[in-house]
């Protein structure tokens, strides 16, 4: 394997060599830190009690998908962020659990202590948060779905060069098989790509694939994700998530994920993500009858169900 040969497929995956460093550099030293056995999903989450020292919530989780549904007001989205609050960040997009809440999660395998986790947020408002507004100085970001869509792109960054770590590891090992394996690498990034090229091509949107962050094309102007609609932004954050899990296995909590989503979107919703990353446990609550629509009637949960007293 030449350098010729290594730096043509690092250049078809878009990702420079000397950015490539810089960026690592950046964005991909990691202190040493003890190892933590991480669950692969939660198989159940507890709650003492909703509200009042009523409603005691016990809910057995399936290892896929996980959908909650029941009226307005009796505790969907308590539940769901509940659940995401009782996670605690601890480093590097783990978590762990701590019981002082009243919310009781059971890891599998049980051993486990933490789990890799995202949080979608739904709702397109405007940043209120002060701190918040200091850390984007300067940034084009006004609402909570920018925010999350600014922090995104910091690990696309960070994904870009893990792969590509990966990527020249492989070429440089003397393996034949290896070149292929390389190849099967940048897959992901473009099946992202092509899903969401797809998805906005009523508008005339593109991404351009020839930047390291997040941008598009639309009638020949280049715009930032920040410019897009509302259901745009919410189903590019979904999607970019799952993009920059990398396969690994964890949680995706999503509160009413259908706002502002197209009624084709919310009934592909599901099987999108899962074709990005399937190893992810998708436990989210819902009013959209087209959420479930593609298959997925038999992970409906009724809130009524979980309440044990």
């Not at 933590?36 to 016990?58: C, G, P, T």
């Not at 202590?113 to 209120?128: C, E, K, W």
């Not at 770590?165 to 992901?188: F, H, M, V, Y």
Request: with cysteine.
């Amino acid at each position: 394997m030449t350098f010729f040969t290594i730096f043509i497929i690092i250049h078809n995956y878009k990702l420079d060599i000397a950015e490539h460093c810089i960026t690592f550099a950046i964005y991909g030293y990691k202190k040493s830190q003890p190892m933590e056995k991480m669950a692969q999903y939660i198989k159940s989450i507890e709650i003492d009690s909703l509200w009042s020292n009523r409603k005691h919530i016990y809910w057995k989780l399936r290892p896929d998908v996980n959908i909650l549904s029941g009226s307005n007001g009796v505790g969907k989205s308590t539940i769901i962020n509940r659940s995401a609050k009782h996670l605690k960040v601890i480093r590097n997009g783990m978590i762990t659990s701590t019981p002082e809440d009243g919310v009781h999660i059971k890891f599998y395998p049980e051993e486990a202590t933490g789990i890799h986790f995202d949080v979608i947020s739904s709702i397109d408002r405007p940043i209120l948060s002060s701190d918040m507004l200091e850390k984007i100085s300067g940034a084009d970001i006004r609402t909570e779905l920018d925010w999350q869509l600014y922090n995104l792109q910091r690990r696309y960054l960070n994904y870009q060069v893990n792969i590509g770590n990966k990527i020249i590891k492989l070429l440089t090992s003397g393996n034949p098989d290896d070149q292929r394996l390389a190849t099967e690498l940048t897959k992901p990034r473009q099946q992202f790509q092509d899903l969401i090229d797809e998805l906005f091509a009523p508008t005339a949107k593109t991404i351009v694939r020839d930047s390291n962050e997040i941008f598009f094309n639309q009638y020949g102007e280049t715009i930032a994700p920040y410019m897009l609609s509302s259901g745009e932004k919410q189903m590019l954050v979904i999607l970019l998530t799952a993009l920059v899990q990398e396969n690994r296995p964890g949680v995706m909590l999503m509160d009413e994920p259908e706002i502002s989503l197209h009624i084709e979107w919310q009934q592909r919703l599901i099987s999108l993500v899962r074709t990005l990353n399937p190893n992810t446990q998708i436990i989210l609550c819902t009013h959209s009858p087209a959420i479930i629509m593609d298959g997925w009637m038999d992970a409906v949960t009724e809130i009524e169900d979980i309440v044990t007293k």
